[in-house]
Nanobody, 126 residues
Framework: VQLQASGGGLVQAGGSLRLSCAASERAFDRRNVGWFRQAPGKEREFVAILLWRRRSTYYAESVKGRFTIYRDNAKKTVYLQMNSLKPEDTAVYYC????????????????????WGQGTLVTVSS
């Protein structure tokens, strides 16, 4: 049961990146999968989530309109498309999954997730 994040890198402000979170079957099937980020010296914060049942998406206010989360079921991968990147988006990005068949409304804190991938670093230069 694992998640593998990738796709980070160095990009100029205004640019785009797409992060990928490849999941094992048990980490992907009927689980909400989200993205968090952690900037240096700061706590890990919620970025986005895609709900497995309703296919709804929720975003942090700071990324709304710029980031899009979506999934490819055939590839068992969740993506985070990041556009119009800003220097303040610089952070290590983590993908995470909630409990199997979780259908609640708690999405926004680290403790709401039971599976975590390793981080991928995104650096946005000004």
């Amino acid at each position: 049961v694992q998640l593998q994040a990738s796709g980070g890198g160095l990009v100029q402000a205004g640019g785009s990146l797409r992060l990928s979170c490849a999941a094992s079957e048990r980490a992907f099937d009927r689980r909400n999968v989200g993205w968090f980020r952690q900037a240096p010296g700061k706590e890990r914060e919620f970025v986005a989530i895609l709900l497995w049942r309703r296919r709804s998406t929720y975003y942090a206010e700071s990324v709304k309109g710029r980031f899009t989360i979506y999934r490819d079921n055939a590839k068992k991968t969740v993506y985070l498309q990041m556009n119009s990147l800003k220097p303040e988006d610089t952070a290590v990005y983590y993908c995470a999954a909630q409990g199997f068949m979780y259908d609640g409304t708690a999405y926004y804190t680290v403790s709401d997730y039971s599976l975590w991938g390793q981080g991928t670093l995104v650096t946005v230069s000004s």
